[in-house]
């Protein structure tokens, strides 16, 4: 297939120049309030769209949102968006409204469960009385189509700069903004500041440097040259001289010459919890860039002194000067390069390489040196699982709230994001490091949300530096940092950092930002951040997880909650050191609140990933959860080919490690995944479109296996009754053809091409052809060798996996009493019930993308192999239009639906579907469970969990977009709660007779009291919003004793597929146990 197609269709242009800041508008733009006056011309929905954008997120009763939505954008956009750190543009919104506070009530834990407590380092903040400010939330739309400047070997020089004024100084731009000159964009205030503040994404607030405190004292004037890269090594070590080009002159304090630490005990004072108030801080110290090839002079009483910046190897210095108060001081940088008449840059752009770009029998293994390689490090072990509790009293609100009533929200169109032509940029952040191939990253910030005004916050921290202050986290600056303790001692981690806003909000995230000045040290790896309404009862965290190695702006996006009290959390540092720094640190505000009730269940924690979780798998012997992207963390477009980065998660200890295959040669990015019948996970295609790899979960190791016969991405693959494992189409990756299905023995490691199954009968009518047409498959393995294919093309099909060539026959087509339903790409199947053969479908487009997505709901029922299946409308179909979600089943057979979109935009956040649905097969009836405010489109999965909770997360990988989101939340069903709202108690296994049983066997389970109902749920795998692997078998109970209970496993095993099953047990309340792991085997 031809590269531009390619490059058109999967992910309109892509571009391997990351773009992480120009997605987002200037401080102060913002969607406006309905009730303004604003009539700015909105955005139209795509020609031929049915979808009613007036209707997008369920409202509450009279819970409102107190804005409008972000406008999709169902057209691409190839204007480049200027995005300029430090302007002077303040958003501001007059809204009296005050969010609702809801009752108080702290959150509980299992019994067995004991989170940690965050280092107590509670503030003593005064509870002023400050005026409540609702945020109108930003424009978030992603960048669907992606170009920049060519890459360059190192960020631009500043423009020059000089200071005439007392108490001002002119200020060369921190290397990781936008030049103002290039981009047009002149700024406002007293001085020329072009300050880092930390806000990457059009969710922050600005503030105007005239805005700062009046009692600031001047500011002193710094020389940095900064290397601003994701691999960013210093090199060089550290001198007392700056050798650059250019000389300066000033005066200032101090007795010894300031170089960068390197590694010496310089007897400097430290503090620990100080408390800091933004309204008497003093001015933090400017920086000028230098070309670090230069020589440079400086006259004084003595240089500054030093920061902590990497030790014996960093490749930059910096001095820092005290800046006195009796005279005015002038500072001049010569050498500097005029970027004001800087030409745009030229574009490049890189097509995405399909697996038949890459060599079959490539040596290509990437290793540490390759791409997206982040060091391994031994973290501690953290908190152990747990499951957040409903608070007890709920919001009369909702109380009335019918589940069964469709709502329907608004939408604001209304496009205000700034749009600019230039395409020229002096920001590092808009680069890469060629040489290592290492993409700068983009990550979505808080759905819906503003950065909170941090003008009156107070902050304080367990260690502090003389120098870098908590306060410096605040400060609107991201040239300077708090940075714990590194001179005279070194406290070990865990480090924290706690702000007081000085008022309750409804918050959902944060952002942090590493330090800017081309060092690693104190970057954070693990953490947690935790909530409080009264800086004492913090509670578990809200967010955990392990964030990526580099410079750019990290993350935590979780479920809303009052809080007045931040604290975030150091675990570990990325490369094992006992330090922590923050260059800023915001919080940001929803737009509403909507208290929790315990029968539609709850969402959080978040688990931050380094990776995005775009495939997964949970690993039946450890209970982990096994996710992966691509060559990159961010994106699949432009790699190498043969690694995969992969990320775990461990429930039990919330400890998150990340991972590079390389073992099996493979780029398991949009691959075919099952569980064979031994167990193994088995991983076909995708980027390198012919491989196999294996993982192996006794042994915890990847294997590669043979290369299939037929090079595929994008297709399904499915689980036979025999243990093998039959694939089917996939022409998004290695070429376009009639990719008939083949089939793979574990037992002889051999794929077997079958001819005679056609792919033909099974392709939908994609406006794309065959490029989409054979995709993402709805398979299931079943009697006989069999394999049904339910959709998600109209016409279903019978495919036979065990003779010679194979071969396939129809099964008629997806039609009920309302008609034959059309196409659904990228819909939903999950069999809830093996043992009758009922199979849910949902959701779902006629076409791949740019295409109105759908509420039909079939429920099939198959039978014998070959013959028709029956179809039947499910209920009156979903309450809201699905592509690009999830689902899955749970032990008590309910289906639970999560995410999606509203109009299909791959790469898009665009018309999310934010409320999850439950199908309650015994009612045949859809209702609507508690909101989520994380957007799940594109890429994002859904896995049952052991323990009965739903893991959801991923979508994006689109490089310098602002839609990957490196995070997954937990969903806890509402069957794991009491009526008042706390955690129920559950049933629990203690013993199991077997651990590995044939079909037909009989199994006899001890448990620790009565229990009315038990099921097997085969364990999943999911990608593409395809998850063949799961389906559930309900159990029949006899008694074998006191708490003793017998069943015996179906016999067929088309019902009971060979492979690990989760066991359930679930008492008369409804409540389940923890599962136990058990094998099946075929006879």
């Not at 103002?180 to 922050?204: L, P, V």
């Not at 620790?1008 to 099921?1015: F, M, N, P």
């Not at 692997?1029 to 017998?1046: C, E, F, H, V, W």
């Not at 067929?1052 to 679930?1066: E, K, Q, T």
């Amino acid at each position: 297939m031809k590269a531009g197609y390619a490059l058109t269709l999967c992910l309109g242009i892509a571009d391997a120049v990351v773009l992480p800041v120009f997605s987002a508008p200037k401080g102060g733009y913002a969607l406006p309030r309905p009730d303004s006056d604003d009539t700015t011309d909105s955005s139209k929905t795509a020609a031929g769209s049915k979808t009613n954008l007036d209707s997008m997120l369920p409202v509450f009763g009279k819970a409102k949102p107190k804005t409008g939505f972000p406008a999709s954008a169902l057209s691409r956009r190839v204007a480049r968006i200027e995005q300029t750190y430090g302007s002077d543009d303040e958003s501001t919104d007059d809204s009296d409204d005050t969010p609702t506070d809801p009752s108080d009530a702290t959150p509980s834990s299992p019994s067995d469960v004991t989170p940690p407590s965050p280092p107590d380092d509670t503030p003593s903040g005064s509870s002023d009385d400050i005026d409540e400010v609702v945020y109108a939330e930003p424009f978030m739309q992603p960048t669907y189509v992606r170009f920049g400047p060519a890459p360059v070997d190192k960020p631009e020089v500043a423009s020059k700069a000089k200071s005439n004024s007392k108490d001002t100084a002119s200020v060369a731009k921190h290397g990781g903004d936008d030049d103002s000159s290039s981009g047009g964009h002149k700024q406002k205030g007293k001085d020329d500041k072009g300050r880092h503040n930390g806000d990457d994404d059009a969710t922050k607030s600005r503030k105007k440097p005239e805005d700062s405190p009046k009692t600031s004292s001047s500011s002193a004037t710094d020389s940095v040259s900064v290397t601003a890269t994701s691999t960013a090594a210093p090199t060089s070590p550290p001198t007392g001289d700056d050798k650059g080009k250019g000389k300066g002159k000033g005066k200032g304090k101090g007795k010894d010459g300031g170089g960068r630490h390197n590694g010496d005990d310089d007897a400097t004072k430290s503090q620990t919890k100080v408390d800091y108030s933004t309204k008497t801080r003093s001015s933090a110290p400017t920086k000028t860039s230098s070309d670090d090839s230069g020589k440079g002079k400086g006259k004084g009483k003595g240089g500054g002194k030093g920061r902590h910046d990497g030790g014996d190897d960093a490749a930059k210095s910096r001095a820092k000067a005290e800046d006195s108060k009796t005279n005015s001081k002038k500072s001049s940088k010569k050498g500097s390069k005029d970027d004001s008449k800087s030409k745009p840059s030229k574009k490049s752009f890189i097509t995405h390489q399909s697996g038949k770009t890459f060599d079959a029998d490539s040596t290509k293994g990437g290793g540490k040196n390759g791409p997206g390689y982040n060091p391994s490090f031994d973290a501690p072990k953290l908190n152990k699982g747990y499951i957040q509790a409903i608070p007890p009293k709920a919001s009369t609100i909702n109380n009335k709230f019918s589940s069964r009533v469709k709502p329907r929200p608004q939408l604001n169109t209304e496009k205000v994001r700034p749009l600019s032509s230039s395409s020229s940029s002096s920001s590092s952040l808009l680069k890469r490091d060629e040489s290592k191939n290492i993409l700068s990253l983009r990550a979505a910030a808080p759905f819906n949300s503003a950065a909170i005004d941090r003008n009156k916050w107070s902050v304080t921290c367990d260690s502090v530096h003389e120098g870098d202050d908590c306060k410096n986290a605040i400060d609107g600056n991201g040239d300077t940092m708090w940075h714990t303790q590194w001179e005279g001692s070194e406290p070990a981690p865990p480090h924290s950092i706690t702000v007081d806003m000085k008022k309750s909000y409804n918050v959902n995230g944060i952002s942090m930002l590493p330090r800017q000045d081309g060092s690693q040290n104190g970057y954070m790896a693990q953490h947690q951040v935790f909530l409080s309404k009264d800086g004492k009862t913090w509670g578990s965290p809200v967010a955990y997880g392990n964030w990526y190695n580099d410079w750019t702006v990290k993350y935590a996006n979780f479920d809303t909650q009052p809080a007045r009290f931040v604290k975030l959390v150091a675990l570990t540092e990325a490369n094992g050191n006992p330090w922590t720094s923050i260059a800023e640190l915001n919080v940001f505000q929803a737009n509403d609140y909507v208290p929790p009730q315990a029968s539609q269940g709850a969402w959080g924690p978040t688990i931050n990933f380094p990776i995005i979780p775009v495939a997964g798998t949970v690993d039946p012997n450890t209970g982990k959860v096994l996710v992966w992207s691509s060559w990159a963390r961010d994106t699949m477009s432009g790699g190498p080919g043969g690694l995969t980065l992969t990320s775990t998660w461990d429930p039990a200890t919330g400890q998150v490690a990340e991972r590079q295959v390389t073992e099996t040669n493979h780029d398991m990015f949009c691959p075919g995944i099952s569980l064979d019948g031994n167990g193994q996970l088995v991983v076909t295609g995708g980027n390198n479109a012919e491989r196999t790899s294996l993982f192996d979960p006794v042994k915890q190791a990847w294997v590669s296996g043979p290369n299939m016969q037929v090079a595929r991405g994008y297709q399904s693959s499915a689980t036979t009754s025999t243990g093998k494992v039959f694939t089917i189409g996939g022409s998004w990756s290695g070429g376009e053809s009639f990719k008939n299905g083949e089939v793979y023995d574990p037992k002889k490691k051999t794929w077997t091409l079958l001819n005679k199954a056609d792919v033909q009968k099974m392709l939908t009518n994609d406006a794309q052809g065959l490029f989409r047409s054979d995709n993402h498959a709805w398979l299931f393995g079943w009697k006989s060798g069999t394999v049904f294919q339910a959709g998600p093309s109209k016409n279903m099909n019978w495919y036979y996996t065990e003779k010679k060539n194979g071969d396939v026959k129809t099964a008629g087509q997806r039609a009920s009493d309302r008609g034959v339903a059309p196409d659904a790409m990228c819909g939903n199947a999950i069999m809830f019930d093996a043992v009758k053969g009922r199979i849910l479908t949902h959701g779902g487009t006629p076409n791949y993308q740019d295409s109105d997505a759908t509420t039909d709901a079939h429920i099939i029922t198959v039978g014998n192999p070959g013959a028709n299946v029956s179809v039947a409308y499910a209920s009156e179909g979903l309450f809201f239009p699905r592509v690009f979600h999830s689902s899955v089943v749970l032990p008590n057979g309910n289906v639970f639906i999560t995410g999606g979109q509203q109009y299909a935009v791959p790469f898009e956040d665009s018309t999310p579907q934010l409320q999850p649905e439950m199908y309650y097969p015994d009612k045949d009836g859809f209702e609507l469970m508690k909101p989520n405010n994380i957007v799940r489109t594109y890429h994002s999965i859904a896995l049952l969990l052991p323990d009965g909770r739903v893991f959801n997360g991923g979508g994006g990988l689109c490089g310098g977009c602002d839609t990957n989101h490196f995070d997954a939340q937990l969903y806890t069903p509402s069957y794991l709660y009491d009526s008042k709202g706390k955690l129920a108690t559950r049933p629990k296994i203690t013993s199991v007779s077997v651990s590995t049983i044939k079909v037909g066997g009989t199994v006899t389970v001890q448990t620790g009291g009565a229990i009315v109902q038990a099921s097997l749920v085969r364990y999943g795998t999911a990608t593409h919003t395809v998850n063949s692997d799961q389906r559930r078998i309900p159990l029949t109970l006899a008694n074998a004793g006191k708490n003793s209970y017998s069943f015996q496993v179906p016999s067929d095993p088309g019902v009971a597929l060979p492979g690990y099953w989760m066991l359930f047990v679930i008492d008369k309340n409804g409540v389940p146990s923890v599962a136990s792991t058990i094998k099946v085997t075929s006879s």
